[in-house]
Each structure stands twice: as C-alpha cells, then as structure tokens.
C-alpha cells in the first residue's frame, strides 16, 4: 500500500481512536453529572409529591351535652377542661355508628377501629366545638384526617403485605377503610394544611406542616434582606470607589475572599458563642438566625456587588464629577442606580443560598420542637425573639423520626424549599435578562 | 431609662433636627437673602446624621459595657446616649451659616458609615476566631491536647470520663472528601474540557445551567438524597451481597453525594480556568499538527494546572467544611476502617451532635466542639489561603 494521505496509517488511527476516547469522556461527564441531577430531583419528587395529597375521612359526629358540657351551660372555660381524651370517645363512638348504619362489619375490635383516625382528629372537633360552642348536642358533619398508616396506603407506601407485618395497623383495617371508601366516606384531597399547619409529633406524621417553619424562614429572610443588602452595598462602596490601596484594605479583601470559603457550621458556632452565650438572645428565634445567615451571605453580597459596580464605566463617574457632583454624588447618584440590577441579582442569589442553609441553624436551637406560630414583635422577647424553626431544618427534623410518614414530609418540604428557591433565581434571572446593560 | 427607648428617642431627636435645619436654612434664605455654601437638604442630614451616628455608638458601647462588667443596667449609658445625641444636632444646628460647607460634613459622616460597613467582615472573622479560641482553651484546661490531637478513641460521655480523640472524625472527613473528590474531580474536570473545548454554542447554552443547578441546590437535599436513595440503593446492590456490610450510611453514601455535589464547583472554576489559557498556544500545537486531544492533554492542561489544583484544593476545603451531608449520609459512628461500606463520622457531624440538644459549656463532652471547630476551621482557612495564593499567582501569568 502506498503512503498517502488518503490511507489511514496505523498510528493515525490510534490517535484518531485516542481524540474519538477523549471526547467520549468530556460526553459521560455531562452525561454523569445531568444524570446525577435528574436522579437527585426524581428522587425528591417520587417521594414528596405525595405529601400535597391527604387522605381525609368524613364522619357524622354527634357531640353529646353529657359527656362535653356536663354543666349545660356552655362556660367556655369548662369546657377548655374537657381534654381530647373525651373527645376521642366521642369520635370511636360516633364513627362505630357510622360502620354500623353503612352496615358495615368489621372483625376488629373496637379500639382498632377507632385507629384509622388520625390521633390530631380529636384536637380538630375539640377546637371546632371550643370556637362554636353551639354545636353541642347537634350532630355534625366533619372532615378528619385519616392515620398515617391509611394515607400511606391511598399513596401506596403501605400494602396489605406490609400492614400484617405493621403493629399500627392490620390489612383489616385497610379493609374497613376501602368499605368506607366506596360509600364516599373517604376522600384523597389536595393538602393545604401541609402549607399552613404547625409541625406535629411523631405520633401523627399525617398531621405535620410546614407553617411554623415557613414563617419562620420568612422571618430570617426579612432580617437578612435588611441587614445584609445596606451593610453589604455600603461595604462594597467603600472598597470599590473609596478605599485607598493600604495594608488595611488589602487585610479587608482578603478577609472577604476566605470568608466566602469559611464552612457555613463555623458560623454556627459564632452565632451560638457571640449571639446566644454572649449577647443573651434567645435560642431558635429568627433574629439569632437572620444575624447568623446575614454573616454568611455578606461576602457574597460584597463580592457580587463589587462586580456590578466595577462594570459601571468610569465615564459616568468621571461626567459627574466633571459637571460639579462630589465623589459621594457621583457615586450614589449615578454608579450605585446603574449598578443596582446587578447588586439585586446579586442579593437575591445570596438570599436563596441563605434559605436553604442548614447547619448553622442546627446550632443555634433551631431544631427545637415548635407548634407555637412564631409573631414578629412581641414585648418580652423582642423583634423576632420567638422560637421558630425554619424549612431546611424542618426537613432535618422529620429525617430524625421513625416513622416512614415523615421521610414523605420531609421530602414534600424539600419539593417547597425548591419551589421557592426556583422562584427566587427566576426573579434574579429575569432581573439580569430585563436591565443588564453592556457598555 | 432603657436602651430600646434611647433608640426611640435619638430618632425622634434626628427627625426634630432634620426640621429645624431645614427652617433655619429657609430663615437664612429669606432674612439675608445669603447664598449658601451647600444646598438646603445637606444641612439637613448633617443635622440628623451628627446627632444619630455618635448616639446610637454610644448605645452600643455601652450594651457591650454592661455585658463586660455584668452590672445591672442603669440607664446611664441610655441617657448619654440621649445626651450626646442631642449635642451632636444642636451643635450641627449652631453651625449653620452660609458659609458652612455642609456637603462635606455629611460626606464625612457617610463615609465612616462606609467604612464601619466594611470593617464587619474583619469583626466576623475576630469573631469567629474569638468564639472558638475561648471555648477551645477552655476544653484544653479539662482535657489534655495530647489526648484530644492524637487518641484515637472517641466516646464521648456525659458522666464524665470521655474519650475524645480527634482521630477516627479526622479519618472519616479526610475519607469522605477523597472519596467525594475521587468522584467530583474526574468528572467535573472532563465536563468543563468538554463544554470549553469541544462543546457546540448550543450545547454549552444548556449544558452549562443545568450542571450549575447542581451548585444551587442546598446541601439538605443532597442530605435527605443520601438517606433515601442512594444509601438503601448502596446497600442493597453493593454494600450487602459483597458481604461489606449492612449499613445505609456508609463513607461511600456521604462521599458519593459530595461528590455530585462538588461537581458543578469543580466544573465551573476549571471552566474559567481553561478558557483563560490563550488560544495562541493551542493554535501552535495544532500548527505542529496535533489532535485536539493531545492540545489539551499536553498544552492546555499543563498550563492550566496550577488554577485546576486550586480549584481541587477548594473543592476539598469545601468537602471537608461540609455538614448536612455527611450528618444524613455518613452515619454516627467513629471508627478507623478502610471499609467504605462502613458507618464513619466527621469532625463536623460530631460538632452538630455535641452543640445540640442539652448542652453544659462547662463540661469537655460539650467545649469538645468548639476545639473541633477550629481544628475545622484552621484546615480550611489553610487550604483556601493556599488555594486562592496558587489561583491568583497563575492568573498573573497569562493575563
């Protein structure tokens, strides 16, 4: 065979063969890496999406006068003293007559029947009977959570195999629960109270909801918002337009730069030794929290900002002096507005990184049990001094529990968290898109 | 009088003093029909800014006093906070004339401000340095450094007696960071070759967001991943018929969901890093007719090495700082194995685990966490300073 370029020689088809291999690597590390994020999110959605379902079961309960309200006078203060314990019996009392007039019988005893109610189902008629006393000694119709062993087999986590195995429920209550269903007792609804609701004990995994823990991350973003965005600008400012070059500065940047690297948990530990043993705040209030992610996020914030104030030319500095503005003028008449979609995008990145951090709030107390809505401002403990708990947390909350109901939760709390950091990176980005402006 | 009501009293002095200023200035206007030296609004806010600034300092020192000195608040401090507040404007009011340059007086104002604003991040870091030195030199007291730097036993135990060998946590951090790096560098170095030298302009314009959403998602998630999929998943296909072991949390769960999530980290610095190696030296390596491959492993890559050791470098600081992760992922166990199927812990899970819950700053069982922390710290203060050092003495080369 005659040499020429049209033949291929053994060499330059290894090297071929070796330029095809190394391609095909750049191609399985994208293909790995999109995998690992499509497998990430499946994961997260099969198992959550099912928490913004609920399974709900409607009963006729008649609320007797002799066993709610003895006196017969209807004194909310003895009636407060009636304990959820009562209103059980009522409930196991009420739904055994329902079983019997839909004719419906059952082999378990009656304690187990009352079982596929929610133990939160009492608490629900008891305060419904608290806000309208009236109701006594009617009958009413009334929506009550199912146990979380009934939802989990409408979502399919438990079957009638897994419930024999299952102390806290019997494939003949699963039963009990399909007869019912197919009178209509029973429905599978979208579940609002996850949104809204306080978190609930490990009894009731079914009853458990992000309210407390979503004002409570509202709070720390309120705080951080406030704190982080002025200090962070008024920071970047200095360095980028002001600062001399002196050793003072230099310590400045470079202390920002490795800031930015600290590990979010040693934050933590700041916040638990200055904030908490130090200046005496309370534990697990949003405040603390807010302080701790408002540390956090500030090198960020500097650092993005000073790239927005850098790509401001220096012709609109150098017009503004020119025509008599002071260096303060220029800059915060004309620099600081032109930079102020860049120093946004910035902040609202920072804000989503300090939302769905975790660790640091760990050590501060946030992991605390709260059923309690946190207020804004209340006299003894301050401007946002209350206990809270926040959603990343909340999420590692219900990882620590034993019953499988809750990895559905924290999962579903996850989706929420993703939801609104989606939401907040769509603003960010829609704000680069709408005002970036290349000079 | 209290310090909240202080605060509530130096504004309303700097909003009486931004009204009076103004009417002076108007007064001047009209009386001497004077030209001022400064507009009307800037006497104003040196009016407030002269009595709010030294006020609400002197709020601060003095909390910070009362918090020293343990004495029973008195409210003193309020008062010359009030005091001094109320000089400050009446001074600044007494200043004005026509001639009184008030731009420059508030621009001076505004700029210690600024100033205050920057110097937070070197309070952070004395703080940060601050907390942990204390509470580390405390536990020192009670429990010996040999002990604590080179046992290789950790039970803690709250009736006393622990052992709290930083070892086994040490092994398990430096474990699980090579693992996840093992993962993470492999395939975010390949991913940002291909992206900045192969990739099409359409493919790098998805490619490159989708794997940074990877960098967006926080680490809980990663957390609650590990404890839910890829742990079982590990167990059961690996871990469990090769007879590894029958734990979900394993160094291999913690290290591989690192490892996903470092990826866009590594991608992403090494990215910039490739592109700013000039096109004029891979264009000579193709002139002397070479592949594209061997133009990057042989030229871009060796001149981009010293940036893509300090993109690891940080990804490694990051792997070690990391919590979540590991706290769902790695298990509760110290122990010094090789096994990667095995339960281990790191230095940040036992930090978590010590500080919450029912926690005595008197005990070594609890102060433990704060020698942990800056152990912690003092690593990845040593890898990132070294790191950024490399980055930035690399960037000067080719710039």
Not at chain 2, 75 to 88: Q, S
Not at chain 2, 278 to 304: F, K, N
Request: aromatic residues 8%.
């Amino acid at each position: 065979m005659t040499r020429s370029l049209l033949n291929v020689d053994a060499r330059t088809a290894k090297r071929n063969a070796s330029e095809k291999r190394f391609r095909g690597y750049g191609l399985a590390a994208i293909f790995v890496a999109v995998l690992a994020l499509i497998m990430l999110m499946t994961s997260i959605l099969t198992a959550g999406l099912s928490a913004f379902q609920q399974t709900y079961i409607t009963i006729d309960v008649a609320l007797p006068e002799d066993q709610l309200d003895k006196s017969g006078v209807r004194d909310p203060a003895a009636m407060a003293k009636v304990t959820t314990i009562r209103y059980a019996k009522v409930l196991k009392q009420a739904l055994l007559a329902q079983l019997e007039a839909e004719g419906i019988t059952t082999t378990l005893s009656d304690k187990d029947v009352a079982k596929i109610l929610s133990k939160e189902a009492a608490a629900t008629v008891r305060s419904r009977v608290l806000a309208n006393p009236d109701l006594i000694g009617t009958t009413i119709r009334i929506e009550l959570l199912a146990s979380g062993r009934i939802d989990g087999f409408y979502k399919g986590r438990v079957t009638m195999a897994s419930a024999a195995l299952d102390g806290n429920t019997s494939p003949e209550a699963l039963q009990l629960v399909e007869q019912l269903a197919e009178r209509g007792w029973v429905e599978t609804k979208f579940n609002w109270a996850f949104l809204t609701a306080p978190d609930a004990s490990d009894q009731r995994p079914e009853a458990a909801g992000l309210g407390v823990a979503i004002l409570g991350s509202l709070y720390m973003m309120f705080v951080v918002l406030f704190l982080a965005l002025p200090i962070g600008v008024a920071a970047s400012v200095y360095l980028e337009e002001f600062a001399p070059k002196n050793r003072w500065t230099d310590i400045i940047e470079v202390n920002i730069a490795n800031l930015a690297a600290v590990p979010s948990i040693v934050y933590g530990i700041l916040g638990l030794a200055i904030f908490i043993n130090f200046a005496q705040l309370n534990q697990s209030s949003p405040l603390v929290g807010g302080l701790v992610l408002t540390l956090m996020t500030l090198p960020t914030i500097i650092i993005s900002t000073r790239a927005a104030l850098k790509s401001v030319p220096p012709s609109i500095r150098d017009a503004a002096l020119g025509v008599g503005a002071s260096k303060m003028q220029s800059v915060f008449h004309h620099v600081l507005p032109l930079a102020a979609p860049g120093i946004l995008t910035g902040t609202i990145i920072g804000l989503a990184q300090a939302l769905g951090e975790t660790a640091p709030l760990l050590l501060i107390g946030m992991v605390a049990f709260v059923r309690e809505y946190p207020a804004a401002y209340t006299s003894d403990a301050g401007l946002f001094g209350e206990a809270s708990t926040a959603l990343p947390v909340q999420v590692f909350n219900w990882t620590q529990r034993a019953d499988p109901a809750f990895v559905e939760r924290a999962s579903g709390a996850i989706i929420t968290l993703l939801v609104f950091l989606l939401f907040m990176n769509a603003i960010a980005i829609y704000l680069r898109r709408r005002f970036e402006r290349r000079w | 009088m209290s310090l909240t009501l202080a605060i509530f009293v130096i504004c309303t002095i700097a909003i009486t003093g931004w009204v009076s200023a103004l009417i002076r200035v108007r007064k001047l206007q009209h009386l001497q029909a004077a030209r001022l030296a400064a507009l009307p609004k800037q006497y104003a806010v040196n009016a407030v800014l002269s009595g709010f600034i030294p006020g609400i300092s002197v709020i601060l020192g003095s909390a910070l006093a009362l918090r020293f000195s343990g004495a029973a608040p008195s409210g003193f401090g309020a008062f010359c906070a009030v005091a001094v507040a109320a000089l400050g404007t009446v001074v600044a009011l007494a200043r004005i004339t026509p001639d009184f340059r008030a731009r420059v007086h508030v621009e001076s104002w505004i700029k210690t401000l600024l100033i205050i604003a920057s110097s937070i991040a070197i309070l952070t870091t004395v703080g940060i340095v601050l907390s942990m030195v204390f509470e580390s030199v405390n536990f020192f007291q009670q429990y010996g450094w040999t002990g604590f730097f080179f046992s290789a036993e950790w039970s803690p135990n709250f009736r006393g007696n622990s052992a709290l060998g930083i070892l086994p946590l040490l092994w398990g951090t430096l474990y699980i960071s090579f693992i996840a790096l093992l993962f993470a560098v492999p395939v975010g170095l390949f991913a940002a070759i291909y992206l900045s030298e192969y990739a099409s302009h359409r493919m790098r314009a998805w490619a490159k967001p989708v794997i940074e959403i990877l960098a967006g998602v926080p680490t809980i998630v990663y957390g609650l991943f590990a404890l839910i999929t890829v742990g079982p998943l590990l167990r059961d296909y690996f871990a469990a018929p090769m007879g590894l072991g029958q734990s979900a949390s394993s160094v291999m769960t913690a290290g591989l969901v690192m490892g996903i999530m470092l990826i866009p980290f590594v991608s992403s610095l090494s990215d910039d890093i490739i592109n700013a190696v000039p096109q004029a030296m891979r264009d000579g390596s193709y002139g002397l007719g070479a592949t594209q491959s061997e133009t990057i492993r042989q030229v871009v890559l060796p001149a981009a090495l010293p940036g893509i050791v300090g993109a690891i470098l940080l990804a490694a600081s990051r792997a070690i700082g990391e919590t979540m992760i590991v706290v769902l992922g790695a298990g509760a166990a110290a122990r010094l194995s090789l096994n990667p199927f095995e339960a281990m812990t790191t230095v940040t899970v036992k930090i978590v685990s010590q500080l919450t819950g029912d926690t005595d700053f008197a005990a070594p069982e609890t102060l433990v966490a704060f020698a942990l922390g800056l152990t912690l710290f003092v690593i990845t203060l040593g890898l990132n300073v070294f790191a950024l050092y490399i980055v930035r003495k690399y960037r000067e080369q080719y710039e």
